[in-house]
């Protein structure tokens, strides 16, 4: 099975700032990626996915970049409504996810 | 509007059984893998299981393999969660999750519907 070790376990930041997640596969998933926001009472809403792929209606604050077994996802521009958990997700095989960021306004 | 609304959870004893509805509309839902995916309280996130668009394909993690049955009717825009001898563990919101063909994240999730697993 495919693990994903994902950091920090939660972050604490101010309006306008940057904010960089990570994520590290056991080994290789070839960009096989997606990255999932969740708020507080709500399922999972899909933001990013093959790693760098924006979905649709995501603001252009959100990218994600990496290969092989190294990702992240970076919100720039910090705003109110990204407060939530973020979670990754690998697809190579099967499914598997990462154990969430907690993001909170400083 | 896309729309994935689940039902079927509630309390339900260790041993037992329990089947999980999802009610699918907004899109050709036969055109769609679907999925169940899993969140015990303040957890993070796991796959349950996968079924093609045309139900005979399907796909289980070892966690619920030989416990947990999957399964749509097309007809009815609708996926089904079967589940049997249920453990603690089991405990959890679980939400159905739309995959499209030739893609494999999950693209759109309900809002789930919770589950308990005690005595």
């Known amino acids: 099975d495919i693990q994903m070790t994902q950091s920090p376990a939660s972050l604490s930041a101010s309006l306008g700032e940057t904010v960089t997640i990570e994520c590290r596969a056991s080994e290789d998933i070839y960009s096989n990626l997606a990255w999932y926001q969740q708020k507080p009472g709500n399922s999972p809403q899909l933001l990013i996915y093959d790693a760098n792929s924006l979905a649709d209606g995501v603001p252009s604050r959100f990218s994600g970049s990496g290969s092989g077994t190294q990702y992240s996802l970076k919100i720039n521009s910090l705003q109110s409504e990204d407060v939530a958990s973020y979670f990754c997700?690998?697809?190579?095989?099967?499914?598997?996810f990462g154990a969430g960021t907690k993001l909170e306004l400083k | 509007e896309v729309q994935l609304v689940e039902s079927g959870g509630g309390l339900v004893q260790p041993g037992r059984s329990l089947k999980l509805s999802c009610a699918a509309s907004?899109?050709?839902?036969?055109?769609?893998?679907m999925a169940w995916v899993r969140q015990a309280p303040k957890k993070g996130l796991e796959w349950v299981a996968t079924?093609?668009?045309?139900?005979?394909?399907?796909y289980y993690p070892d966690s619920v393999k030989g416990r947990f049955t999957i399964s749509r009717d097309n007809a009815k825009s609708s996926l089904y969660l079967q589940m049997n001898s249920l453990k603690s563990e089991d405990t959890a919101t679980y939400y159905c999750?739309?995959?499209?063909?030739?893609?494999?994240?999950?693209?759109?999730w309900g809002p789930g519907t919770m589950v308990t697993v005690s005595s």
């Open positions: 907004g899109f050709t839902f036969s055109n769609y893998y």
């Open positions: 079924i093609s668009t045309s139900g005979s394909r399907t």
């Open positions: 997700q690998q697809y190579n095989n099967y499914y598997t």
């Open positions: 999750a739309r995959r499209e063909l030739g893609y494999w994240y999950f693209d759109f």
